[in-house]
């Protein structure tokens, strides 16, 4: 018997009905066991014992009164959907990114779902925690409930490394029965633009055989597939094509193990979460579909 996937749900309070209708889809999907964790940040906490002057006893119920609070929320919501032998809850305080963090290593959940929204004292984490993980990433827009990916778009760098986002692509394509778009950017700078136009031409060349190849593969599998190659800023490009061609989904591919490439795929997410009206997923390492 195959082993169990897991997912990791980061929540926030705000959207967690909206995370646990997505994760329920997707863990039928992937089958897959679902944990949710909830940091309440400690200063949230700190802040209530002060406003009452509240401190050893007093103060340490208040704390377990959140925590409690917390925990009911989400087994409610989980009770309310079925989700009994699927989940487990866990409620921690502390620091927000710290927690996160520590809860990411531990888990060693294929994918992390989380949304834009997700929030430390100092504003949204959601980008940093991207870029942090070594795992699968799934970031939601808070309106996004629904796991229909009829039109699937594949931001790639056309490397190897980027194999395990197009296998990804293929087979979410396969299995919703959807166009596949596949985009890659061609990146340069001013001084290259006006001195070299010529290797820009012919980058942009390269990259459209290569975008070819591709297309051959998903057709061969019966997906209806099609190649866009554009120079410019990454983040931009995204953003367009949201508007234009209405993506159900962005797959990313981020294989590299150094450090500079997640937080770069952090940065490229971080830009454009707010910016479209789609999940993003984010691929860090291969993940094989086990329930056919």
Not at 59 to 65: H, L, R, T, V
Not at 162 to 179: C, Q, Y
Not at 199 to 215: F, G, Q, S
Not at 253 to 269: A, D, H, K, N, P
Request: glycine share 4%; proline share 2%.
């Amino acid at each position: 018997m195959k082993k169990r996937s897991k997912i990791l749900i980061l929540d926030n309070s705000k959207n967690t009905e909206n995370l646990l209708i997505f994760a329920i889809q997707w863990a039928d999907l992937i089958n897959a066991s679902i944990k949710v964790i909830r940091v309440i940040d400690e200063k949230v906490i700190r802040n209530t014992t002060m406003a009452v002057d509240a401190i050893g006893t007093i103060a340490q119920m208040i704390k377990d009164d959140f925590i409690k609070e917390a925990r009911e929320q989400i087994k409610t919501l989980s009770e309310r959907y079925s989700l009994n032998d699927l989940i487990s809850i866990e409620v921690i305080v502390g620091n927000t990114r710290e927690e996160i963090t520590r809860a990411i290593d531990k888990s060693e959940a294929d994918f992390l779902i989380l949304t834009s929204t997700l929030k430390g004292p100092l504003g949204s984490i959601a980008s940093e925690v991207i870029g942090y993980s070594k795992n699968n990433c799934i970031v939601l827009p808070t309106e996004a409930r629904q796991l229909k990916w009829e039109r699937v778009l594949l931001a790639t760098d056309c490397s190897e490394k980027a194999e395990s986002a197009t296998e990804m692509a293929m087979e979410i394509s396969e299995r919703f029965k959807g166009r596949l778009f596949i985009l890659s950017v061609v990146t340069s700078n001013e001084e290259v633009q006006i001195h070299a136009p010529a290797l820009l031409d012919k980058m942009a060349d390269e990259r459209k055989e290569m975008l070819k190849e591709i297309e051959n593969q998903a057709r061969k599998r019966g997906i209806h597939a099609e190649g866009i190659v554009r120079e410019g800023i990454i983040s931009n490009i995204l953003v367009d094509l949201n508007r234009t061609i209405h993506p159900d989904v962005t797959i990313m591919g981020s294989e590299s193990r150094t450090g500079l490439s997640r937080i770069f795929m952090g940065s490229v997410v971080g830009s454009i979460i707010n910016k479209v009206n789609h999940p993003i997923l984010v691929i860090k390492k291969p993940f094989i579909f086990k329930n056919d």
